[in-house]
């Protein structure tokens, strides 16, 4: 296994598990928060979507999709107390927008070259990831970082255990 096929395995398992814990629950059960102070599902799913373009972008500047108008603002710090369903999508719309991001981040991932992975990593990214190849792992790990919350919410909601 080469680099690019172990991110884009990372990247297969973080979907795999953010899908196993949305699948059964309804719009509604997205707004519910995993605790007290926490974020919602709605609102990390919107962050992990909207995180993802921008660290795709900054690695291959033109490679991320557009995202509706005022997504990003909705999913954006300011807006994370918002339990509003006016201001967050359906879960529907968050499986697309996940399918068009991956999309977009596989074909920039395999048109990217061995050399690539070495590159210094954006600014903004140096302190903590100071490589090109360690930001792709970051967007293929990011997803499990937030998935973990979702499980208080489906175990308060009384889901079934799925993975």
Known sequence: MNQKEAIS???DIGAMVVRQYIGDLSDADLLQ???Q????????LGHLIASECGMLESLVPG???ELPAGFKEKHDKANCESSDPKDFCTKQQYLDLLDKVGAATRKALNA???ADFDKPAPE???AWFPTAGQVWVLIATHPMMHAGQFVPVRRALDKPVVI
């Open 9 to 11: 395995s990372a990247m």
């Open 33 to 35: 928060r995993p605790g």
């Open 37 to 44: 102070g926490c974020n919602h599902i709605a609102y990390q």
């Open 63 to 65: 490679a991320a999709p």
């Open 112 to 114: 990217a070259s061995d």
């Open 124 to 126: 903004t990214f140096r």
